[in-house]
């Protein structure tokens, strides 16, 4: 079965990367994952737009029209789920110079849908890890993952579902998969990008309509004593808006605002792609 794109076509998963590809050895490389409805990626534009602007970070070179290309076909075979494109800055010799002459590899895969996981609650854990605001991987999404992985091993060793990142500074960043927003009070915030945060696409949608919703919306940092007594959430491409909890004993159910927002989303989803998430199962009102 040929179910990944590899270099302008589908190919067999089998033998698919070079062994000495700088993104398998030395985590060199960016990618991006987006929710498909209908054949239709929902935000294309804004998920295109920083890949390359993450490929482009790094000066690795690729062109926007082939990672559009290798969106659109697996779009188009995957109909409803998720896509995920990687971008290395492809084969090299040993050593950590770049090569002088960058032949970067476009991998593209896609996967079912998943709708129970669209807007579930999770339990966090705040993880010992530090998220290193002063890192220039912290605002793409680099191939290096292994301190998310370790991070949400432990948690889930804790009885959570994900892991809360804070920075060097004790400021809230992010979970290991997702946007962090508080809600109290009518305010909506959620941490900037200096603190060590990747500029989500859910994000954007959340802090871009606020105010159709009767709440302000803004960046400012955040500590754990913020999270206390408020609404959290997570946001990311896939899940969605997902309540969420410190509290390992209990579960977040949304509130009035919240689902409001949710339901939101959906509609925004629906006029883009087609398909209201919902009608997939998607179930966003408290059961």
């Given at each position: 079965?040929?179910?990944?794109?590899?270099?302008?076509?589908?190919a067999r998963?089998?033998?698919?990367?070079?062994?000495?590809?700088?993104?398998?050895?030395?985590?060199?490389?960016?990618?991006?994952?987006?929710?498909?409805?209908?054949?239709?990626?929902?935000?294309?534009?804004?998920?295109?737009?920083?890949?390359?602007a993450?490929?482009?970070?790094?000066?690795i070179?690729?062109?926007?029209?082939?990672?559009?290309?290798?969106?659109?076909?697996?779009?188009?075979?995957?109909?409803?789920g998720?896509?995920?494109?990687?971008?290395?800055?492809?084969?090299?010799?040993?050593?950590?110079?770049?090569?002088?002459?960058?032949?970067?590899?476009?991998?593209?895969?896609?996967?079912?849908?998943?709708?129970?996981?669209?807007?579930?609650?999770?339990?966090?854990?705040?993880?010992?890890?530090?998220?290193?605001?002063?890192?220039?991987?912290?605002?793409?999404?680099?191939?290096?993952?292994?301190?998310?992985?370790?991070?949400?091993h432990?948690?889930?060793?804790?009885?959570?579902?994900?892991?809360?990142?804070?920075?060097?500074?004790?400021?809230?960043?992010?979970?290991?998969?997702?946007?962090?927003?508080?809600?109290?009070?009518?305010?909506?915030?959620?941490?900037?990008?200096?603190?060590?945060?990747?500029?989500?696409?859910?994000?954007?949608?959340?802090?871009?309509?606020?105010?159709?919703?009767?709440?302000?919306?803004?960046?400012?940092s955040?500590?754990?004593a913020?999270?206390?007594?408020?609404?959290?959430?997570?946001?990311?491409?896939?899940?969605?808006?997902?309540p969420?909890?410190?509290?390992?004993?209990?579960?977040?159910?949304?509130?009035?605002?919240?689902?409001?927002?949710?339901?939101?989303?959906?509609?925004a989803?629906?006029?883009?792609?087609?398909?209201?998430?919902?009608?997939?199962?998607?179930?966003?009102?408290?059961?």
């Open positions: 079965m040929t179910d990944i794109w590899l270099n302008g076509a589908f998963c089998d033998g698919a990367i070079a062994a000495n590809d700088r993104g398998l050895l030395l985590a060199d490389g960016v990618f991006d994952t987006a929710l498909v409805l209908g054949g239709r990626v929902f935000r294309m534009d804004e998920h295109l737009d920083r890949l390359v993450a490929a482009g970070h790094l000066e070179p690729v062109a926007r029209d082939d990672l559009q290309s290798a969106m659109s076909a697996l779009a188009e075979r995957q109909v409803n998720s896509i995920r494109l990687t971008v290395t800055r492809g084969p090299g010799p040993r050593g950590f110079a770049l090569p002088a002459d960058p032949r970067p590899t476009l991998l593209g895969s896609s996967a079912p849908l998943t709708p129970s996981a669209m807007f579930s609650a999770i339990r966090l854990d705040v993880s010992s890890i530090r998220r290193n605001e002063t890192s220039p991987t912290t605002r793409v999404k680099s191939l290096a993952y292994l301190d998310a992985v370790l991070a949400n432990a948690a889930r060793q804790a009885g959570a579902d994900e892991a809360l990142f804070l920075n060097t500074k004790d400021r809230v960043a992010c979970s290991a998969l997702a946007n962090v927003f508080v809600l109290k009070d009518g305010e909506l915030s959620t941490p900037p990008l200096a603190d060590g945060v990747l500029d989500g696409i859910t994000r954007r949608w959340v802090l871009a309509h606020t105010g159709e919703f009767g709440l302000t919306g803004r960046e400012r955040l500590g754990l913020d999270l206390a007594g408020a609404t959290v959430f997570l946001t990311n491409s896939l899940r969605l808006i997902s969420a909890t410190l509290d390992p004993s209990t579960i977040g159910q949304p509130d009035g605002p919240l689902t409001t927002l949710m339901i939101g989303l959906c509609q989803i629906a006029a883009e792609c087609g398909v209201d998430p919902r009608a997939l199962g998607a179930a966003v009102e408290p059961h």
